[in-house]
C-alpha cells in the first residue's frame, strides 16, 4: 500500500473511533484533556506501524492495547495520588443571591467515576473494555495479553465491587 493509501486508511480509522477510544480513556482515568493526550499518542505510536496495526487480527484490540498500554506507562512517571480541583470542597457554594448551587450535588458521571475508583486498575480495565468499549472476551484476552478465563475473573470481581457501591445502588434508585 502506498503511503497516501495508508494515510486515507488511517486518517479513516481515527475519525469512526476518536471519540470512543478518548472515552475509553476518560473511564480509565484521565481528565478529558489528558484523554485527549494519550489517545493522541496511542494513535501516533499507531501510525508508526500502521501495517502491523494492519495484519493485526483484531484492529480494535490491537489500538486498544496500546491505548491500555500509553495510559499505564503514563501513569507509571508521575505522581497521581493528588489531583488539583477547580474549587475546594470547604468552599462556599453558593450563588450570587445566596442560593444554594445546585452543582454541588454529585451527577451520574461523577458517581460512575467513584465507582470505578473503587476497582483495580486490572479489574477497572476489564470493565471498560467490555462494557464501554465493547470488545468480546477473546477480544480482551488479545488486547490485554492475558488468558480468556482471566478476563472472566475480573470481570467478575469488578461486577461484584460495583454491585456492592452504595453509589451505584442510589443511581439505580435503590435507597
Not at 69 to 83: A, D, L
Not at 142 to 171: C, E, F, N, Q, W
Amino acid at each position: 500500500m502506498d503511503q497516501d493509501g495508508r494515510d486515507a486508511e488511517f486518517s479513516e480509522y481515527v475519525a469512526a473511533r476518536w471519540g470512543r477510544l478518548v472515552r475509553a480513556a476518560v473511564l480509565l482515568g484521565c481528565s478529558p484533556t489528558e484523554a485527549e493526550d494519550v489517545v493522541q499518542t496511542t494513535l501516533t505510536k499507531c501510525l508508526v506501524s500502521w501495517a502491523k496495526v494492519r495484519r493485526a487480527d483484531d484492529r480494535d484490540a490491537y489500538v486498544h492495547r496500546v491505548l491500555i498500554n500509553t495510559f499505564t506507562s503514563g501513569r507509571r512517571r508521575r505522581w497521581t495520588r493528588e489531583r488539583p480541583v477547580a474549587t475546594l470542597p470547604e468552599a462556599d457554594h453558593t450563588d450570587h443571591t445566596g442560593a444554594a448551587d445546585d452543582t454541588t450535588t454529585y451527577d451520574d458521571a461523577d458517581a460512575i467515576a467513584r465507582s470505578l475508583e473503587r476497582l483495580t486498575p486490572e479489574q477497572r480495565t476489564a470493565v471498560v473494555l467490555r462494557y464501554y468499549s465493547h470488545l468480546t472476551e477473546r477480544q480482551m484476552a488479545a488486547a490485554l495479553g492475558i488468558a480468556p478465563g482471566t478476563v472472566k475473573s475480573r470481570l467478575s470481581r469488578a461486577l461484584k465491587i460495583l454491585a456492592a457501591d452504595p453509589t451505584l445502588s442510589d443511581l439505580r434508585g435503590a435507597r
